[in-house]
């Protein structure tokens, strides 16, 4: 069966991150490749590989735009990720860089080259009140979302800053959302082994490269299931290739004993497939022999990001006691009066017995189906 239009950009996508022989595309498949470079989070990376590959000089000059915009966006972010880092310091609180903001500014050939629309910061449950009271001074206000004590495990901070640039803050206290994974990897076990991050500044600490790989193959599969997205991608790729063989046998052992052996396994084997990631015989071996222990509700995200109702049954199992599945409940039918104003466009108060209503009846119907 012939490839598709979608799917020979895709490949020519993958073959630009992973170095392969770069032909010029035809001119004709020019708007499907930016478009998918665009989709897949990509774009700077394959600017710099076209441009090494000396294809047109017209689709290089196409890419520019974007690639400066990310420029520009990348230097206003560095400079407000340290200034946020030090007031955090100043109050007490350190937090850990995860996923693109911590790879940006260590693995990747500069930050511009890592596009992403947020910072994910990882502290204790205990500073999420501190977070909020230092960093309002500087601007930033909650994003209106649910969130919770139970439900969730994440809110939003966001600023625009004097130049008009938006500067969005993930506040998390759990690794992950879904229950089955959120205590995998905690806040203390990657503040033990952190590593500095010096181009932030001396307050910028993020997970070792061993425990880095297991976060990105986490991420993945608990928030986007079998997502072949070349950028998430090209993470695990770039940390595969910067691991020692120590620090493979620490992956392993760390994959193994929280349980996620295949969740990581699945994510060397997609870089591999598509990126050609290296990947020891060994390491796979052994991951695969550990697979076979893989929790049920861990293998349904494997196959593919679960139903709403799936992932809420699997987290009410995990939540000790009846008062907190209570809150769990109360959380997801009653979000804050806030965030019902917002998503609804209404400020009426005495609109919100009626938007609750709302919200419960269709919630329930996209839950079941």
């Known amino acids: 069966m012939p490839q598709t239009i979608d799917s020979l950009t895709d490949a020519r996508l993958a073959s630009a991150l992973g170095g392969g022989r770069l032909p010029p595309p035809p001119r004709a498949e020019w708007p499907a490749l930016l478009a998918s470079a665009g989709d897949h989070g990509v774009l700077p990376l394959l600017a710099d590989a076209a441009a090494a590959a000396h294809w047109d000089g017209d689709l290089i000059a ?12 990348a230097m206003l972010g560095e400079r407000e990720l340290r200034r946020v880092l030090s007031a955090l310091a100043a109050a007490g609180v350190t937090p850990i860089l995860l996923k693109g903001a911590h790879l940006a500014y260590t693995l990747y050939p500069s930050p511009d080259r ?23 001074p500087l601007g930033y206000r909650q994003a209106p979302m649910v969130t919770g004590d139970v439900a969730f495990t994440q809110f939003q901070l966001c600023r625009v800053d004097e130049s008009g640039a938006s500067h969005t803050l993930d506040i998390h206290w759990r690794i992950a959302v879904p229950k089955v994974f ?17 181009r932030l500044g001396p307050h910028a600490l993020a997970p070792s490269l ?17 997502s072949t997205r070349l950028l998430w991608l090209y993470d695990i790729h770039l940390l595969a290739a910067a ?11 760390r994959a193994v004993t929280s ?111």
């Not at 297991?214 to 599969?221: I, K, P």
């Not at 691991?243 to 052992?253: A, G, P």
């Open 62 to 73: 196409a890419m520019r735009p974007s690639v400066a915009a990310e420029t520009a966006l």
């Open 114 to 136: 890592r596009p992403r629309l947020d910072t994910d910061l990882l502290v204790t449950e205990g500073d999420r009140d501190a977070v909020k009271a230092c960093l309002a």
């Open 182 to 198: 959120a205590e995998r990897l905690t806040y203390h076990e990657l503040r033990r082994d952190a590593a500095a991050v010096p």
């Open 210 to 226: 061993p425990l880095a790989l297991v976060v990105s193959c986490l991420h993945r599969t608990a928030h986007h299931g079998t």
């Open 243 to 253: 691991l020692s063989e120590r620090d493979w046998d620490l992956v392993v052992e």
């Open 259 to 369: 349980g996620l052996a295949s969740v990581v396994g699945a994510g060397l084997e997609h870089a591999a497939a598509r990126l050609g990631t290296p990947v020891p015989p060994s390491v796979r071996e052994r991951l695969d022999a550990a697979a076979v222990a893989t929790e049920p509700d861990v293998l349904g995200f494997l196959r593919g990001t679960p139903p709403q109702m799936q992932i809420a049954i699997s987290d009410w199992r995990r939540i000790p006691g009846a008062r907190a599945r209570l809150r769990f409940l109360q959380e997801h039918l009653f979000p804050p009066a806030s965030y019902m104003r917002h998503r609804y466009g209404i400020s009426s108060r005495a609109a919100l017995p009626f938007l609750y209503a709302h919200r419960a009846v269709t919630g329930v119907v996209k839950w079941l189906t």
